[in-house]
């Protein structure tokens, strides 16, 4: 159990091995740099700056961009901005200046319908008011395929219960959501964001006050799915998930790019440091990851 | 991770969670937080068994056939409940009686009829409103009237009584206008509170139009001649089928339908707007728009009744209850369940209503009676269904 997801972990990170250490990109300018300076970004941001009033900024000037079947972890202190920025980069909120861009064009040209077809976000806290049953729970993510007042059909059960099996949730199509613990809602939740057959996966906190063992299955969940070629963008406070899950990291702090770089980076006392404003030290402790 | 073990029994398996458990992890818990230990005790809670309804045979062919048998009850009950009534005495009327009785004939036809015609449509609108409205509010505790429709509806009843215009018609026209007006007030101040989102702003705002349109009816009657006119309006307010004819049926219950059929047409779509508006979002629709649309034609239908009925309290917050109690929140069985359970209650209510006693009873009065008993019996004999 302990060494087997560790392996799907490693497959991802080769596979990805080539785009990842390669590709670095200029915040400022949004250009890709490197060796792969050909590869458009599937998702980029430049510039971003909201607040929601004049003494309130929450983001100013943060640039980013994500290479296609990229990982990116978005790190940073508690209201650094890292959930206003998803909120922008899934469409959700309008930037007061720069903007994204989504493969090449601009995300607030897109329909909410096309967007929903490229971008599936997952919220850190979701409202569950009713008990539905996990396969109509998972079912719902299959509306950007859907007329709108059709009613689901045989081919989105079947995607819906391809993207539970993909994720070890195979037999749960039956129960309710509010029987599940923690890990399985979440794994739950995720095959929902599958259903939705989007290549870019927007992910607030997804391990974020799981135990360790759900925390695990997550984080081997997310590997495999970027072992498939998905894009991911996550936030998260666990810097040993950032490092698990490879690929690139930025950490923002008060509403800036602190710093930007290949996710081993995050193994440096210095740069943590820095960005978080508290002393790192690297000992060995305790972790899943 | 012993999933095939939870396959097996995962019919048997039903956690409800009791409501205060609800609230302690609504509020800021975030979902997935309910950590309950790995795969072991999955299998263990497995063999929980089943809790009551649920989980027995007969409890699943019930819940399979459930819309088909709410349709037959209701079937049945509308052919006895024509011959229910007191004519010529207390209890049933023999049909055979018909053919020789022409004032028979004239009572069962053209009075308990359009009437019970009436009754259904009340009942399957106002089962269906408050059951989208539910959903779409992600909060099982609104009713078909919330938004202000039923307090203005009765304010503007109680505007045409005190002016004195005692044509009925006048009086539906006004009732409905003053819906419609309580309403369009209710989506408009929540478009300009700013305080919470959407769901909060609409509620806030629908409490205060409701307020509002109550203190004013407070006044009407105030002002209202207490000998004539007060009677006639606490009697309105009460709600009741004595004003259904054919007329008023021919007038009312094609908007009631077209209502209803958007509220149908948009049964699996409720269950997206019950989630949270971020993942509505995301998933390509626009909650806010989508909510209105329920929300309009839920009011149009609820208030374009509730002109000729009165306000008939309860049915659309309990129904909904009762339905997801016992199949689940999937919007695709539980409006049409919700509109025909309606139908049977305000259906069997009103019978009871004209038939128990000599002097009739205000609809509204049997069915806030029958609904806060069921609802009370609802929420301590059944665990009520859970929310994180």
């Given at each position: 159990?302990?060494?087997?997801?560790?392996?799907?972990?490693?497959?991802?990170?080769?596979?990805?091995?080539?785009?990842?250490?390669?590709?670095?990109?200029?915040?400022?300018?949004?250009?890709?740099?490197?060796?792969?300076?050909?590869?458009?970004?599937?998702?980029?941001?430049?510039?971003?700056?909201?607040?929601?009033?004049?003494?309130?900024?929450?983001?100013?000037?943060?640039?980013?961009?994500?290479?296609?079947?990229?990982?990116?972890?978005?790190?940073?202190?508690?209201?650094?901005?890292?959930?206003?920025?998803?909120?922008?980069?899934?469409?959700?909120?309008?930037?007061?200046?720069?903007?994204?861009?989504?493969?090449?064009?601009?995300?607030?040209?897109?329909?909410?319908?096309?967007?929903?077809?490229?971008?599936?976000?997952?919220?850190?806290?979701?409202?569950?008011?009713?008990?539905?049953?996990?396969?109509?729970?998972?079912?719902?993510?299959?509306?950007?395929?859907?007329?709108?007042?059709?009613?689901?059909?045989?081919?989105?059960?079947?995607?819906?219960?391809?993207?539970?099996?993909?994720?070890?949730?195979?037999?749960?199509?039956?129960?309710?959501?509010?029987?599940?613990?923690?890990?399985?809602?979440?794994?739950?939740?995720?095959?929902?964001?599958?259903?939705?057959?989007?290549?870019?996966?927007?992910?607030?906190?997804?391990?974020?006050?799981?135990?360790?063992?759900?925390?695990?299955?997550?984080?081997?969940?997310?590997?495999?799915?970027?072992?498939?070629?998905?894009?991911?963008?996550?936030?998260?406070?666990?810097?040993?998930?950032?490092?698990?899950?490879?690929?690139?990291?930025?950490?923002?702090?008060?509403?800036?790019?602190?710093?930007?770089?290949?996710?081993?980076?995050?193994?440096?006392?210095?740069?943590?440091?820095?960005?978080?404003?508290?002393?790192?030290?690297?000992?060995?402790?305790?972790?899943?990851? | 991770?012993?999933?095939?073990?939870?396959?097996?029994?995962?019919?048997?398996?039903?956690?409800?969670?009791?409501?205060?458990?609800?609230?302690?992890?609504?509020?800021?818990?975030?979902?997935?937080?309910?950590?309950?230990?790995?795969?072991?005790?999955?299998?263990?809670?497995?063999?929980?068994?089943?809790?009551?309804?649920?989980?027995?045979?007969?409890?699943?062919?019930?819940?399979?056939?459930?819309?088909?048998?709410l349709a037959g009850i209701l079937f049945v009950v509308f052919a006895l409940a024509l011959f229910v009534g007191r004519y010529p005495k207390p209890g049933f009327l023999n049909p055979a009686a018909m053919g020789s009785d022409p004032l028979a004939r004239q009572i069962v036809f053209n009075s308990r009829l359009p009437r019970m015609l009436g009754a259904v449509v009340l009942g399957l609108v106002l089962g269906?409103?408050?059951?989208?409205?539910?959903?779409?509010?992600?909060?099982?505790?609104?009713?078909?009237?919330?938004?202000?429709?039923?307090?203005?509806?009765?304010?503007?009843?109680?505007?045409?009584?005190?002016?004195?215009?005692r044509a009925y018609s006048l009086i539906a026209?006004?009732?409905?206008?003053?819906?419609?007006?309580?309403?369009?007030?209710?989506?408009?101040?929540?478009?300009?509170?700013?305080?919470?989102?959407?769901?909060?702003?609409?509620?806030?705002?629908?409490?205060?139009?409701?307020?509002?349109?109550?203190?004013?009816?407070?006044?009407?009657?105030?002002?209202?001649?207490?000998?004539?006119?007060?009677?006639?309006?606490?009697f309105w307010?009460m709600g009741s089928m004595v004003p259904m004819g054919w007329k008023r049926l021919e007038s009312s219950a094609p908007i009631a339908l077209a209502?209803l059929?958007?509220?149908?047409?948009?049964?699996?779509?409720?269950?997206?707007?019950?989630?949270?508006?971020?993942?509505?979002?995301?998933?390509?629709?626009?909650?806010?728009?989508?909510?209105?649309?329920?929300?309009?034609?839920?009011?149009?239908g609820?208030?374009v009744m509730t002109a000729v009925c009165g306000?008939v309290?309860?049915v659309?917050?309990?129904?909904?209850?009762?339905?997801?109690?016992?199949?689940?929140?999937?919007?695709?069985?539980?409006?049409?369940?919700?509109m025909l359970g309606g139908a049977i209650f305000v259906l069997v209510s009103d019978t009871l209503a004209r038939s128990l006693f000599s002097g009739e009873v205000p609809l509204g009065?049997v069915t806030?009676?029958?609904?806060?008993?069921?609802?009370?019996?609802?929420?301590?004999?059944?665990?009520?269904?859970?929310?994180?």
């Amino acid at each position: 159990m302990k060494t087997k997801p560790k392996a799907v972990g490693g497959i991802a990170e080769s596979a990805r091995g080539a785009a990842r250490g390669a590709v670095i990109v200029d915040s400022a300018r949004g250009a890709a740099t490197g060796t792969e300076d050909h590869a458009v970004p599937i998702l980029q941001a430049s510039e971003l700056s909201f607040g929601w009033s004049a003494e309130r900024r929450v983001l100013e000037g943060v640039s980013l961009a994500v290479e296609r079947g990229q990982t990116l972890v978005v790190l940073g202190p508690n209201g650094a901005g890292k959930t206003t920025l998803l909120s922008i980069l899934t469409g959700k909120l309008a930037p007061q200046g720069g903007q994204v861009m989504l493969e090449g064009q601009r995300l607030s040209d897109y329909s909410a319908r096309e967007r929903a077809w490229r971008i599936a976000f997952l919220p850190q806290l979701e409202k569950l008011p009713f008990n539905y049953r996990v396969l109509d729970f998972v079912l719902m993510g299959r509306t950007p395929h859907m007329e709108a007042l059709a009613l689901p059909g045989a081919e989105d059960e079947n995607a819906a219960r391809a993207a539970l099996d993909s994720l070890g949730m195979a037999g749960f199509e039956e129960r309710n959501i509010g029987e599940l613990s923690g890990g399985e809602l979440q794994l739950v939740r995720i095959a929902r964001c599958l259903a939705q057959g989007a290549s870019i996966l927007v992910l607030d906190e997804p391990v974020s006050m799981l135990d360790p063992a759900h925390a695990r299955q997550i984080a081997d969940a997310l590997a495999g799915l970027a072992g498939v070629g998905k894009t991911i963008l996550y936030t998260t406070h666990d810097i040993g998930l950032g490092i698990f899950l490879g690929g690139r990291a930025l950490i923002l702090a008060q509403g800036r790019v602190q710093w930007e770089g290949a996710s081993s980076g995050l193994r440096d006392a210095e740069i943590l440091g820095r960005a978080f404003g508290i002393t790192f030290s690297m000992r060995e402790l305790p972790s899943v990851f | 991770m012993p999933c095939s073990a939870r396959l097996s029994s995962r019919r048997l398996r039903v956690i409800w969670v009791s409501s205060s458990k609800v609230g302690k992890e609504a509020k800021g818990a975030p979902p997935g937080i309910r950590a309950q230990g790995g795969g072991a005790e999955g299998g263990a809670r497995g063999s929980e068994g089943a809790q009551g309804f649920k989980g027995t045979a007969r409890g699943a062919w019930v819940r399979r056939h459930l819309s088909g048998l709410l349709a037959g009850i209701l079937f049945v009950v509308f052919a006895l409940a024509l011959f229910v009534g007191r004519y010529p005495k207390p209890g049933f009327l023999n049909p055979a009686a018909m053919g020789s009785d022409p004032l028979a004939r004239q009572i069962v036809f053209n009075s308990r009829l359009p009437r019970m015609l009436g009754a259904v449509v009340l009942g399957l609108v106002l089962g269906g409103a408050g059951a989208s409205l539910q959903a779409v509010f992600g909060n099982p505790l609104v009713d078909a009237g919330f938004l202000g429709v039923s307090q203005g509806a009765a304010f503007g009843a109680a505007v045409a009584l005190v002016l004195g215009l005692r044509a009925y018609s006048l009086i539906a026209v006004l009732a409905f206008g003053m819906a419609v007006l309580a309403l369009a007030l209710s989506l408009w101040l929540a478009e300009r509170f700013r305080y919470g989102g959407q769901i909060l702003r609409l509620i806030l705002a629908g409490l205060a139009v409701s307020a509002f349109f109550s203190s004013l009816l407070a006044m009407m009657k105030y002002v209202a001649d207490p000998l004539s006119q007060l009677p006639d309006i606490v009697f309105w307010t009460m709600g009741s089928m004595v004003p259904m004819g054919w007329k008023r049926l021919e007038s009312s219950a094609p908007i009631a339908l077209a209502a209803l059929a958007v509220l149908y047409a948009m049964r699996w779509r409720v269950n997206l707007l019950s989630l949270d508006d971020t993942v509505s979002h995301s998933l390509g629709i626009r909650p806010g728009v989508e909510r209105k649309v329920v929300s309009v034609a839920a009011a149009a239908g609820v208030g374009v009744m509730t002109a000729v009925c009165g306000v008939v309290g309860w049915v659309g917050l309990v129904v909904p209850q009762i339905v997801r109690a016992i199949d689940g929140p999937d919007g695709r069985s539980v409006l049409p369940r919700s509109m025909l359970g309606g139908a049977i209650f305000v259906l069997v209510s009103d019978t009871l209503a004209r038939s128990l006693f000599s002097g009739e009873v205000p609809l509204g009065i049997v069915t806030s009676l029958f609904g806060a008993l069921s609802f009370a019996i609802l929420l301590t004999v059944r665990k009520v269904e859970l929310a994180r």
